[in-house]
Structures are given as C-alpha cells and as structure tokens.
C-alpha cells in the first residue's frame, strides 16, 4: 500500500499564497498519478491538479489555472501544491491523492480513479 501525509495547510489573507506538501511512503514504485482535490463544506469533492509520478505531464482546473502549480521531487517522494493569489473561494480542505499503476484510470481529473488518499490539510482564505 500507499501512505501519504499532507502538510502547509493554514490561514492566509485573500491574495497570499501557501505551499501544501504530500509525502508519499509504502510501495512508491507503483505511483502512476499523484493528484490534489479539494473539499468544501457542502459541496463535492473537486479536483485541482495532477501530475504524472515519472514527470512530464500536468494538468489544471480552470479555477487553479495559472495561479497553482504541482511539481514533484521523486527522490523525496513527495508532491507539492504552490499556491498563489488565493480567493476566498479556494477555502476547502485539500487531499493528496495517488494512482496505483494498473488500476482504473481515465485521465485524472476524477477522484475516483485514484487508489490511496492523505487526511487533508485545511486552507482558509480571508477576505
């Protein structure tokens, strides 16, 4: 199995950034896909971003587009969220999420086709 701890959530005035951090422990070696959701009271679970374990593919949601960015550093095992020029609207408790190798996937951009989840980090954005 896969486990992942998230860390950076906190409070930031509207227009301030965070850096989230998911490090990823077990068998790593059958990552495909590590991806970011969010949750907000009331509402269902969305996605973020995602990126490719190995690298060379990434992929936003609109709302993100632009102002978050997912990067990687394999050697630590880790997968970070940059976030930047926050709204008050980005105030949800994010998830790391990964794809085990093998398992069903379709392109990403559904919690669903993701095998192993962190705990969430909580990110409030003040007005």
């Known amino acids: 199995q896969v486990q992942l701890v998230e860390s950076g959530g906190g409070l930031v005035q509207a227009g301030g950034s965070l850096r989230l951090s998911c490090a990823a422990s077990g068998r790593t070696f059958s990552i495909y896909v590590m991806g970011w959701f969010r949750q907000a009271p009331g509402k269902e679970r969305e996605f973020v971003a995602a990126?490719?374990?190995?690298?060379?593919?990434?992929a936003y949601a609109d709302s993100v587009k632009g102002r978050f960015t997912i990067s990687r550093d394999n050697g630590k095992n880790t997968v970070s969220l940059q976030m930047n020029s926050l709204k008050p609207e980005d105030t949800a408790v994010y998830f790391c999420?990964?794809?085990?190798?093998?398992?069903?996937?379709?392109?990403?951009?559904?919690?669903?086709?993701?095998?192993?989840w962190g705990q969430g980090t909580q990110v409030t954005v003040s007005s």
């Open positions: 999420a990964a794809d085990a190798k093998g398992t069903y996937f379709s392109g990403g951009y559904k919690a669903n086709e993701y095998d192993y």
């Open positions: 990126s490719r374990w190995s690298g060379g593919s990434t």
